[in-house]
Each structure stands twice: as C-alpha cells, then as structure tokens.
C-alpha cells in the first residue's frame, strides 16, 4: 500500500468512527476510543462487504463501508461490555 493510500484508509477510518459513534446511541467510547474503533472497522466493514459480495467504489464508498464496520464493531462491543 502507497504511503498516500494508507493516509486516505486512515482518514476514512478516523471519520469513520467518528461518524459511528454519534450514530451509535450509548456505543461511544470517547472520541480517541471512537476513532481507533473507525480504523478496526475500516478492515471489518471491507471483510462484512465481501462476505455479502458487496462493493463500494470512490470516497463515499469508502467512507459507508468504514462506518459499517465502525458500527458493526461498536454494537459488538457493546453487547460483550453487557454481557
């Protein structure tokens, strides 16, 4: 992966999760702990989409791919931090 890309993931990742987290009533876990959970569901909403036979092209692709898998993981977390 080029340096550039690995900014771009890591970009969309961060927005990601943070995007998540607002979204997420009660799945926040501060806005450092938000975008670390963006970034893991970058590569979780990329895993998800390819298990569906999914695909997202362009920016906003990737950033509703990322958010996906940020929320995915927020929930769950949420429901071990329950159980």
Not at 18 to 29: C, V
Request: charged share 5%; aromatic share 8%.
């Amino acid at each position: 992966m080029e340096s550039t890309g690995l900014i771009s993931f890591l970009l969309i990742g961060l927005l990601a999760g943070w995007i998540a987290g607002n979204l997420m009533k009660g799945g926040g876990f501060g806005l450092v702990g938000n975008l670390i959970v963006g970034v893991v569901g970058a590569f979780l909403g990329g895993f998800l989409f390819g298990l569906l036979g999914l695909s997202s092209g362009g920016l906003i692709g990737s950033l509703v791919t990322a958010t996906v898998g940020a929320m995915t993981l927020l929930f769950l977390v949420g429901l071990i931090k329950k159980g």
